[in-house]
């Protein structure tokens, strides 16, 4: 699989010429995934649609969740639609995407936007992601998307994150069968930026929505649990102690168990091992026998009050709230991470 472009920008300049020469004659599978709503999936669909309408090929809009944006409605209404099938339930009439109808149109290209679906009851498969799946194998290029919060890997951790069940899921191994999977990386700060903006739910739910699943902490997991999925998807999978690591800062005063309780999971989540750095205050035999009833390692001890966390070659640091930080709000644990995709930041873990 082609590893995926990460910059936005570039992947919007390439010329019809280079899609053409990406979509050439051979049916290919290409999903588009981000942390959360408002990243610019659906405009990213539409936009790559046109370019490719453009440059000569049949395109058509099989489905597409434009959530009444007119901008968005603006940029699709140049492609021609698939006609939905429609289902009664209990007296009331649903519609989703046709399978069937969109292989007897045979386009070039379809749009199937919210890949993560269950379909309606006499549908020719139960999900969406296996209609593409379907499209692939018929001949006919599907242009896809999801948030990674429905991927069975992540939905786990996720429902944790949001604070509410991830229901509609989509395999992993879908992912891996995709021809490529472009990974939209939206900072937090745009992504709540764009939220205030009314860009992504209605006025009368922005509020909410940045108490809840937009919570920056929770935005921030998001992104680096999907960065970390495309990584999997593109390196060959190695130990945890081999590709990166959450470094566990114990300093004095501190309960190592509590402290590796509350930030283990997230390192879990992440795919790090995890190390120990005590201080030079601390009980080494005790903690030589903690680190290895939880299989992690354990550093050489430091004087961690004057430690510089800035010179830490890791992935993740779980700090405690002492002198090492400026006391700040409620929490008493923080959590740097940083990769090298994305920027140092720290995220809020409530203890």
Request: net charge neutral.
């Given at each position: 699989m082609d590893r995926p472009p990460l910059d936005l920008e570039e992947a919007r300049r390439r010329s019809a010429g280079e899609l053409l020469r990406e979509f050439g004659g051979t049916a290919r599978l290409v999903v588009y995934v981000a942390a959360a709503p408002g990243a610019g999936k659906t405009r990213r669909l539409i936009s790559d649609a046109r370019r490719l309408q453009a440059s000569g090929k049949r395109v058509e809009i099989g489905w597409l969740e434009t959530k009444d944006r007119p901008d968005l409605e603006s940029l699709a209404a140049e492609l021609p639609r698939i006609p939905p099938r429609s289902a009664d339930l209990g007296g009331q009439v649903f519609s989703d995407f046709d399978l069937d109808a969109a292989i007897a149109s045979k386009p070039d290209v379809l749009i199937l936007d919210e890949l993560a679906h269950d379909n309606l009851p006499g549908s020719r498969n139960e999900k969406r992601w296996q209609d593409a799946l379907s499209l692939r194998e018929a001949g006919i290029t599907v242009l896809g998307a999801f948030n990674i919060q429905h991927l069975d890997s992540v939905a786990p951790t996720a429902e944790a994150l949001i604070g509410y069940p991830v229901r509609e899921i989509v395999p992993k191994s879908f992912l891996k069968a995709a021809d490529e999977v472009i990974a939209l990386d939206a900072s937090p700060e745009l992504l709540r930026s764009r939220l205030e903006r009314g860009k992504i739910v209605r006025p009368d739910d922005v509020e909410r929505a940045l108490a809840g699943p937009f919570k920056e902490r929770t935005l921030t997991m998001l992104r680096e649990l999907l960065l970390r999925t495309i990584d999997g998807l593109t390196i060959p999978t190695l130990a945890p102690a081999s590709a990166s690591s959450a470094v566990l800062i114990l300093t004095p005063g501190v309960d190592a168990a509590r402290l590796f309780q509350r930030c283990s999971?997230?390192?879990?989540?992440?795919?790090l091992a995890v190390e120990i750095l005590p201080s030079g205050r601390s009980d080494v035999p005790e903690l030589e026998r903690f680190a290895h009833e939880r299989d992690v390692e354990l550093l050489e001890p430091l004087d961690a009050q004057?430690?510089?966390?800035?010179?830490l070659r890791a992935s993740l640091l779980c700090v405690p709230r002492?002198?090492?930080?400026?006391a700040s709000s409620t929490p008493r644990w923080s959590v740097t991470s940083s990769s090298p995709t994305t920027p140092r930041r720290t995220l809020r873990v409530h203890c």
């Open positions: 999971p997230i390192a879990a989540a992440l795919d004057h430690l510089d966390v800035g010179k002492t002198s090492l930080r400026a």
